[in-house]
C-alpha cells in the first residue's frame, strides 16, 4: 500500500469520524440514539471522506509546497 493511500485512509477516517461525531452531537443532542445515529452519520461521511482525502492529498502537498516555496518538499 503507497504513503499517498495510506495517509489518505487515516484522514478520511480520523476526521470524518470526529466531524460526524461533533455535528450529530450539535444537531441531535447526546441523548438516546446518540451512537446509532453517529455511526450511521459517519458510514456516509467515511465513504466519502477516504476517497477525497485520497485524491486531494497530492494536490494539497503541491499547494503548500508551492505556497511556501521550498524546494526541499517537492
Do not use: C
Not at 493511500?5 to 470526529?18: C, E, P, R
Not at 461533533?22 to 438516546?32: A, E, F, H, K, R
Request: avoid cysteine; charged fraction near 10%; charge should be positive.
Amino acid at each position: 500500500m503507497s504513503i499517498q493511500i495510506l495517509t489518505g485512509l487515516i484522514i478520511g477516517t480520523s476526521m470524518s469520524f470526529v466531524m460526524s461525531g461533533v455535528i450529530t452531537s450539535v444537531n441531535t443532542g447526546l441523548n438516546d440514539g446518540f451512537l446509532l445515529r453517529w455511526m450511521k452519520a459517519w458510514s456516509i461521511a467515511w465513504a466519502l471522506a477516504t476517497p477525497l482525502a485520497v485524491l486531494i492529498g497530492p494536490i494539497a502537498r503541491k499547494l503548500a509546497t508551492n505556497i511556501i516555496g521550498n524546494s526541499k518538499h517537492k
